[in-house]
């Protein structure tokens, strides 16, 4: 036998029984036979109100005790690993439903009731089995044992061999609901079970006074199911509260007996040639519950057609008319068959009972988490299949957004992040203002923590934020409300870039994350021409230097302002934003790679790189051997440029290797490429032999250094850019 809570066998070697039979074990009824280690038979009588274990009862070590509760253990680690086959489950249950004077003990009888994992489906004969336990009666269980029995059936709702035999059995089952134990499971397998064809008068009446009695959220949850089949509600306005959002019994159990299922090739898959867009699919995830199998599952004699039953195109066009939306189905708006349910919008009334679901749904969790109790598990999965609702519509819906705004505030910051800050992602345009008051403070104060990882996936956030509104900008007819957004957010935004690289430690993340960002605007910018906030200044020349021995950043850097540039030539001169600063970028950047003059502030719209004058001499005395400062970051000199310059001279003198007697020894100037060529080297001018690198860089990724220089310095790259200038409006000449 495995050990205990490994996989189990792919290949079990023998059912259970042959495993009871090597252990001496076999369950009949209220004993079970069995041989010790010496090989005595013994007989353990398992009812706990008898002679025999009221006797051994007063044995502090009982031996039989110990013995019984050694092959429940044997049991429930076997069913665990490999499953019940059907027999051995009937044996068990008809154990566990044994009359009150024959029952196991309470303990060993819930370890094996959670321990009931069949290894294939369900039959009918087991849930009716189950089913007649219930009630009240001296012949039947005890009240705990019929909860828990009544969960099991929860529990393999998906596995039964058919699910029709609860529909059958719906009046058994709807008339034990005066029964307070049982009532919330068996509302839980009613919402399941309903259909049109169940929904009767004397049973709304029924419900009517169960509900004046007891106002539950199991009740109002069934209830709502009830509406949805009646044109008029006839509950009125009587029946209001928050209503229970069902989820999975035991989300532990489910995943395991899924991998018992796929050990033993009982589970249905859709081929990769059978998914398709217009088919329910059904996955193996937490939420598989919520799907059945929809064979025979039309309402006999009713045109209606249940969603789920649409097995492609063809059939959906066939029955738009006649589509309903069963209950099952509504948590599943992932689903992409319901997407395009609701994108044809024959059934406006489908959605808005989506709709209300997610609210009642989100109600709960709220109401839960402001009594300081723990949200359910089902949140996660209910999130998940509204991100990929969200993600195929582009709207978060209503209910979604009305949660956030409280959510935010319950929230750790950590616990599925990725899905919060994505739905958050598509929050509907609205004044700045509001979003900032509503989304997006609480989210800073949850989120961040400190630290840079916090700091980097905020920023990530807004950078997703703006590409999702520059999709908007670019509408046929864009909401007059997200120009006004997007320059707001771009301040907002460009305050927090600062913040990152200003705080913590310059790594590839937090670079990463900052070059994504003004790339995200520079997108918008050539894309959607609208004012929008300038890049701080502190922010490029911390990334100029910062990302000194970064090639990739650099380039991102460089080609970004081009980009930058090159959109705000384009735009009215009114609407250009602070051309002065932008230029000053671009000056102070030429300066350094191109021209040799780094924090030289003389220049028209140079800045010196915010350097203070007095500082330069200061930082000349330190290294007084070394170049001028104002060299040091040029093509030749520039950390992350200087291999990648000389490797460029060294291609040229490999092509001119017949030619030349000696190479340059690096780093290259101008004064020393002169002397190369007295000396009978490459003979190159310094002007040349920038484009050269320029172009060797450009050929191999590095493209950024040379769109920025040759949209800014006159007649560089071939004449790309024109002579425009260091900035917009301005001239810098070759230098």
């Keep these: 036998m495995p050990t205990q809570r490994e996989h189990p066998d792919r290949n079990p070697t023998g059912s259970l029984e042959k495993r009871m039979a090597d252990l001496g074990l076999i369950v009949h009824g209220r004993r079970i036979a069995c041989s010790n280690h010496a090989g005595q038979d013994l007989a353990v009588d398992l009812n706990p109100g008898s002679t025999a274990s009221k006797q051994a009862g007063s044995s502090k070590q009982d031996p039989l005790q110990l013995q019984t509760e050694l092959y429940v253990d044997t049991i429930c680690d076997y069913a665990h690993q490999n499953g019940l086959s059907a027999p051995t489950l009937r044996q068990l249950l008809d154990t566990v439903t044994l009359s009150t004077s024959f029952r196991l003990s309470r303990p060993n009888s819930i370890k094996i009731i959670k321990s009931l994992y069949p290894a294939s489906k369900v039959s009918s004969e087991l849930v009716c089995l189950v089913i007649s336990s219930l009630g009240p009666g001296k012949a039947k269980p005890a009240a705990w044992v019929q909860s828990s029995l009544l969960k099991w059936i929860l529990m393999v709702y998906h596995v039964l061999e058919d699910s029709s035999i609860l529909s059958n059995l719906y009046s058994v089952i709807f008339n034990m609901l005066d029964m307070p134990n049982l009532r919330p499971n068996l509302c839980h397998l009613l919402t399941m079970v309903t259909k049109r064809k169940h929904v009767k008068l004397f049973r709304i009446q029924s419900l009517k006074e169960l509900f004046s009695k007891h106002r539950e959220p199991a009740l109002i949850a069934l209830i709502r199911v009830y509406e949805n089949y009646c044109a008029n509600s006839p509950f009125g306005e009587t029946v209001k509260g928050r209503a229970s959002a069902f989820a999975h019994p035991d989300a532990a159990f489910y995943e395991r007996l899924q991998i018992i299922h796929q050990a033993n090739g009982s589970e249905t898959r859709l081929t990769g040639c059978e998914s398709s867009s217009f088919k329910v699919v059904r996955r193996d995830t937490k939420n598989s519950h919520i799907f059945r199998d929809t ?28 589509i309903e939306l069963s209950p099952r189905m509504i948590p599943a708006i992932d689903e992409p068959l319901l997407q395009r349910y609701f994108e044809l919008g024959s059934n406006k009334h489908a959605k808005t009972r989506t709709y209300q679901w997610l609210a009642s749904f989100f109600e709960d969790q709220l109401t839960k988490m402001e009594e300081k109790k723990a949200a359910s598990r089902a949140l996660v999965d209910v999130l998940r299949n509204l991100q990929g609702y969200t993600r195929y519509t582009k709207t978060l819906p209503d209910p979604a957004e009305s949660f956030f705004a409280r959510y935010l505030t319950h929230w750790n910051g950590k616990h599925n ?62 909401d007059p409300r997200t120009a006004p957004a997007v320059k707001a957010l771009t301040g907002h935004a460009s305050v927090l870039t600062l913040s990152l690289l200003c ?35 502190l922010t490029i020349y911390l990334m100029t230097f910062v990302a000194a021995s970064s090639v990739a950043t650099l380039s991102g850097l460089c080609g970004m302002l081009a980009r930058q540039k090159v959109a705000i030539e384009t735009m009215a001169a009114e609407a250009r934003p602070h051309i002065t600063t932008f230029n000053g970028f671009l000056m102070d950047i030429c300066n350094l790679l191109w021209r040799s003059r ?138």
């Design 295 to 322: 064979e025979n599952e039309r309402p006999k004699h009713e045109s209606t057609v249940f969603l789920e039953a649409i097995n492609g195109v063809d059939d959906l066009i066939e029955n738009l008319e006649n």
């Design 417 to 478: 992040r990725d899905v919060v800050l994505d739905l958050l992602s598509y929050v509907s345009i609205r004044p700045w203002e509001d979003l900032h008051a509503s989304y997006f403070k609480p989210l800073e104060s949850t989120l961040l923590d400190n630290t840079a990882e916090s700091t980097t996936a905020l920023l990530e956030f807004y950078t997703t934020l703006l590409r999702r509104w520059t999709a908007r900008l670019l509408a046929p007819r864009p």
């Design 503 to 537: 705080s913590y430690a310059a790594t590839a993340s937090t670079l990463a994350a900052t070059l994504s960002y003004y790339e995200a605007m520079s997108d918008l910018l050539a894309q959607a021409p609208v004012p929008m906030a300038t890049p701080e200044p």
């Design 598 to 735: 780094a924090f030289n502030a003389t220049d028209t719209n140079a800045c010196g790189c915010l350097l203070p004058s007095p500082l330069l001499p200061l930082l000349e005395s330190h290294y007084p051997s070394a170049p001028p400062l104002s060299a040091r970051f040029s093509l030749s000199s520039h950390p992350a440029l200087a291999g990648l310059s000389i490797a460029a001279l060294r291609a040229l003198e490999d092509e001119r290797v017949d030619s030349i007697r000696i190479r340059h020894a690096g780093p290259v100037g101008q004064k020393s490429l002169a002397a190369l060529a007295d000396e009978g080297g490459v003979r190159l001018d310094w002007k040349e032999y920038r484009l050269r690198v320029l172009g060797w860089l450009a050929e191999r990724g590095v493209e950024g250094v040379g769109a920025l220089m040759g949209c800014t310095m006159k007649g560089l790259m071939g004449g790309k850019g024109e002579a425009n200038g260091n900035g917009v409006g301005g001239g810098a000449g070759a230098g």
